[in-house]
């Protein structure tokens, strides 16, 4: 019998591998505009312009959808580690955005 399946009662069950990810959702709606730009910028990163010595230096700050494993799935909604959405939840929390989580369970097939 193969180690990955096994038959019970005319049943076939299979292990398989998953990863934990959680889908976070945020609602900014009825916040001041300046707390949607800082979640925007959370999300997307930013690009800074400093003028030094006649010149100018730009920075681009990454954002959390550069990070792997972490997806956009729709407006105010990402799919992410676990350690990732715990740091974003807790950002939206200090700026009183509420938010809800969810596990999901992807198969390696699906992550990204």
């Known amino acids: 019998m193969d180690d990955e399946k096994e038959v ?3 049943e076939r069950i299979e292990t398989i591998n998953v990863a934990l990810r959680l889908v976070v959702s ?4 009825g916040h001041r505009s300046g707390v949607g730009v800082a979640i925007s910028q959370y999300i997307h990163g930013r690009k ?3 003028r030094s010595n006649g010149g100018r230096k730009r920075y681009f700050y ?6 792997p ?11 992410m580690k676990e350690k990732d ?3 974003f939840a807790s ?7 509420p938010c809800r989580q969810w596990r999901v369970w992807l198969r390696p097939v699906d992550l990204p």
Do not use: H, N, P, Y
Request: aromatic share 8%; net charge negative.
């Open 8 to 10: 019970i009662d005319d």
């Open 26 to 29: 945020f609602d900014v709606s």
């Open 48 to 50: 800074v312009t400093i």
């Open 62 to 67: 990454k954002g959390l959808v550069s990070k």
């Open 69 to 79: 494993g972490v997806e956009k799935l729709g407006q105010s909604v990402l799919l």
């Open 85 to 87: 959405a715990e740091d």
């Open 91 to 97: 950002f939206l929390w200090r700026l009183k955005v």
